[in-house]
């Protein structure tokens, strides 16, 4: 298989983190990064990150030093559907998915679709008391509506602090993506209400959930105990 990883031309730890997982996946013969223009975005002021710093990592373009791993700069529009079987989403705004002609396009996003849909989807969980989890879909036109492939919400345990938690929620959305060709055969319908998608949180409601995150931890807890 030739597997086509969609990022950006600029340093980024998740695109690190997949190329080492697939390249000891026997079945991915070739692995084309396809990188994107990529602008530093102004530095946002939040309270807790919930993800690791996405630039601590080298150069995209490095990675094509590695076996079985090329490199392209891709500017989201030319037609790609000739060179690989599949696209991963490793990092992209939003794509006009034209570019794959019917290949298919999986994303790892980190929430419950529908439940939990755009973006801070993990702060935006414990918020408003929903579970929290990740989603492996295919990309469509909608965002984050495309037919979903498996969902596993992160197991949380009562000496968990919101940093452990939120560790391990990217760790599973990590491995979820690495392991996708075990489980890209399969389709699963939402059991959730569809809820409208979410922006990036404020400072304000921040600091609500940050409040509100030991008794969420509780409420999550006890449900899974009934």
Not at 167 to 187: A, P, Q, V
Request: aromatic share 8%; hydrophobic share 40%; glycine share 4%.
């Amino acid at each position: 298989m030739k597997l086509g990883l969609i990022t950006y031309d600029y340093a980024h730890l998740k695109t690190e983190q997949l190329v080492w997982r697939y390249l000891e996946n026997k079945l991915i013969e070739e692995i084309k990064l396809f990188a994107l223009p990529f602008s530093p975005r102004k530095e946002r002021n939040v309270i807790f990150e919930h993800r690791p710093n996405q630039f601590l990592a080298t150069q995209t373009e490095n990675l094509s030093r590695l076996d079985k791993v090329s490199f392209q700069k891709w500017d989201g529009k030319e037609i790609l559907e000739d060179q690989c079987d599949l696209f991963i989403i490793g990092g992209a705004g939003i794509l006009d998915v034209s570019f794959a002609k019917g290949k298919p396009i999986v994303n790892a996003h980190p929430g419950i679709i529908p439940l939990s849909r755009g973006l801070d989807s993990f702060k935006w969980a414990i918020l408003k008391n929903d579970p929290v989890g990740n989603t492996i879909h295919l990309i469509d036109s909608e965002v984050d509506k495309g037919e979903l492939i498996c969902i596993k919400e992160t197991p949380i345990f009562p000496d968990d602090n919101i940093q452990t938690l939120a560790r391990r929620h990217y760790d599973l959305e990590i491995d979820m993506l690495s392991n996708i060709l075990d489980f890209l055969h399969l389709k699963v319908s939402p059991d959730k209400e569809e809820k409208p998608a979410t922006r990036r949180m404020n400072r304000e409601d921040e600091r609500i959930m940050l409040d509100n995150f030991e008794n969420w931890k509780k409420r999550m807890n006890s449900k899974k105990s009934i």
